[in-house]
């Protein structure tokens, strides 16, 4: 039986590549940019994530922002220690452009100390966790992060949607009152 544990941290087991729900599937998962410079990591990261995620590699910041340009990612993991720019320097560029501000951020990192953890959150990431990592809770934040933003969007939606139905009733209120 060949299991992997699912975004939900639980195992299941795995589609065929060929099969039509996987297909129909992976044209509906989320889009994630991985940036990081060492290729190892780049590697294990995108083996975790391919089963539950459309996964896009990146070996620099540079190639985040035009992998961006052609599409806005559901998220970014990001490296901190990267040459040229380095994680903290992406961030704030995303988080500057308005096309990019509101992409959730997850640090992923062997920097760990303390410091650069609260600078990446102040900076606006969503998450910061360090290598070595625990696959299962890592995938379980992203699902979290994603879930949470999804909801984000969802009352949003509501939230307009009540706006535009109160702006309506008091026409309405306002034409029989004439």
């Known amino acids: 039986m060949n299991s992997k544990f699912n975004a939900e941290g639980s195992k299941s087991k795995v589609d065929a590549e060929g099969s039509k729900e996987a297909k129909e599937a992976k044209s509906s998962r989320k889009k994630i940019i991985i940036v990081d410079d060492n290729m190892s990591y780049l590697s294990i990261v995108r083996n975790l994530l391919k089963p539950f995620y459309e996964v896009y590699p990146a070996p620099s910041a540079a190639k985040l922002f035009k992998l961006a340009d052609k599409f806005i990612p559901d998220l970014v993991l990001l490296d901190v220690n990267m040459p040229v720019m380095n994680g903290f320097e992406a961030i704030e560029v995303l988080k500057e452009n308005p096309r990019y501000k509101d992409i959730p951020v997850v640090f992923l990192t062997a920097k760990d100390d303390e410091t650069s953890a609260m600078k990446g959150l102040e900076l606006g990431a969503s998450d910061y966790v360090t290598k070595p990592f625990y696959g299962p809770l890592l995938l379980r934040r992203i699902s979290n992060i994603l879930l949470i933003e999804?909801?984000?969007?969802?009352?949003?939606?509501?939230?307009?949607?009540?706006?535009?139905?109160?702006?309506?009733?008091?026409?309405?209120?306002?034409?029989?009152?004439i």
């Open 150 to 177: 999804q909801q984000k969007r969802d009352l949003q939606s509501n939230n307009a949607t009540i706006v535009q139905l109160r702006e309506q009733l008091e026409h309405e209120s306002n034409q029989h009152s």
